[in-house]
């Protein structure tokens, strides 16, 4: 009798909670989907989850666990593989792109801009590159390019990339213990993004400065509580340190702005910008673009790097094959020749595979922020005015009809040259695809040079789980020993 009550009770729960849990999906569907009147026919397939949360719970579902590919997974199970589907994330309705062609034509439409969630936005400052307009993030870009962009700007940056990478390995292999890797990848390439921007910086700031960077990051997707304890709070916590540091290193530049003879650095260059009207950017703008750009221009790098380091060493074949094709730029160097070159670091022919193939497997961003301004049509779906465009280049990168067995290691399958451009997007795409692609890269390829000739990583626990959120690393963040080669 008591077992018949009690199953009657656990019915009447679960049929409460499925009633509930369908009403609730209904009313968000209904304050999203229905409204919109005759658009809703021509949306992509999809669900708008739970008020509020929308579909969240699902995501963080998937990422917390091994194998955060089931999130797309299993749209393609529920909805079919259309390559599109509408969803709610991170603050608001939006639509999952995730084929190659259709992401290829998101980022290159004109009225598909950034749209990073609000908690990004309160974090970077609002008048950084996610929130510009298009045409001052063009005239902004290119001013910020000039320091990093063709070849004669990444030659002039060889010798202090250089300098910079033997100093802090040797550094780390005196050591005799081991090192959080990737916090020190970060610091590494920390000192060189500095030294491009700011004209560098002391290692006491700089490592402060990383610090900050640290807490900052994963601010980017979290729930917008500033309150102690949350990662929102420790986000916005950092950015006002570094704004500190931003300010006296602009009071420092602009002290020595009668020196004829000093080397422009980007800082400069930004510091002589000016609006449409003819004024010098206020000290508003200038933090916030200085915030965004020495983020960008370390985090991917490191996360590279480190990736690159870790599946080498995990393959002991292709690291010999790697560590030779170093040997052989330095056998086919002059005797007076000190140092890399930048036509030697393009000749190299499997460090760059391995280097795309890093960024491919690791995926440093799953998904590519942006949002239309208007009604736009993908493929005879409708994109609703407002709504975010989650450009998911992680489903492109671990697609195995483009990549088979995508989730294993192969710098090989870069000889196939037909899976660049469209199937490759890690650094974005369009006119907003990252301007320090390039410099990146240098900067991988120079470090990976020297730790392939000159040491071996010592993992602690080589089979550490992998974490996802904020980005792809190991749950240490790789504990291993910098050893130096005899």
Known sequence: MVLESLYSIVAVVAATYAVLFGFLKKINEWYYVTR???????????DMGWPFIGNLWSFFKAFNSQDPDTFVENLIKRYGKTGIYRTHLFGGPGIIVCSPELCRKALADEHVLFGYPSSAKQIAGKKSLYGISTSEHRRLRKIATNP????????????????????????????????????????????????????????????????????????????????????????????????????????ERRAKTMETDRKKEMIDFLMEAEYDNGEKLDDEHLFDLLLIFLFAGHETAAHTAMWATIYLHHHPEMLQKAKEEQEAVLKRRPSSQKGLTLAEIKQMEYLPKVIDESMRRANFAFTLFRRVETDVNLNGYT????????????????????????????????????????????????????????????????????????????????????????????????????????
């Not at 919109?36 to 999809?46: A, D, H, R």
């Not at 060189?192 to 610090?211: E, P, R, Y």
């Not at 789980?465 to 080669?485: E, F, G, S, V, Y």
């Open 36 to 46: 919109l009147g005759k658009k809703q026919n021509t949306l992509p397939p999809g």
């Open 148 to 251: 990093i962009h063709g070849d004669e700007a990444l030659t002039s940056h060889i010798e202090d990339i250089e300098r910079i990478v033997t100093t802090s390995l040797e550094e780390l292999a005196t050591m005799n213990r081991p090192v959080n890797f990737f916090y020190e990848m970060k610091k590494i390439t920390f000192k060189v993004i500095a030294k491009i921007v700011l004209g560098s910086t002391q290692d006491s700031v700089i490592s402060t400065m990383v610090k900050c960077y640290s807490d900052l990051f994963p601010g980017i997707i979290s729930v917008p509580i500033n309150f102690p304890g949350f990662v929102f709070y420790r986000a916005l916590k950092a950015r006002k340190t570094l704004l500190k540091i931003f300010k006296e290193k602009v009071k």
């Open 383 to 486: 994109i609703p005015k407002g709504w975010n465009v989650l450009v998911w280049s992680r489903a492109v990168h671990m697609d195995q009809d483009i990549y088979p067995n995508p989730k294993e290691f192969l710098p090989s399958r870069w000889e196939n040259p037909g899976l660049k451009g469209k199937n490759f997007i890690p650094f974005g795409g369009g006119s907003r695809i990252c301007p320090g692609s390039d410099l990146g890269k240098l900067e991988v390829s120079i470090f990976l040079h020297h730790f392939l000739l000159n040491y071996k990583l010592e993992e602690l626990n080589p089979k550490a789980p992998t974490i996802t959120l904020p980005l792809t690393r190991p749950a240490d963040n790789c504990q291993a020993r910098i050893i130096k080669l005899p």
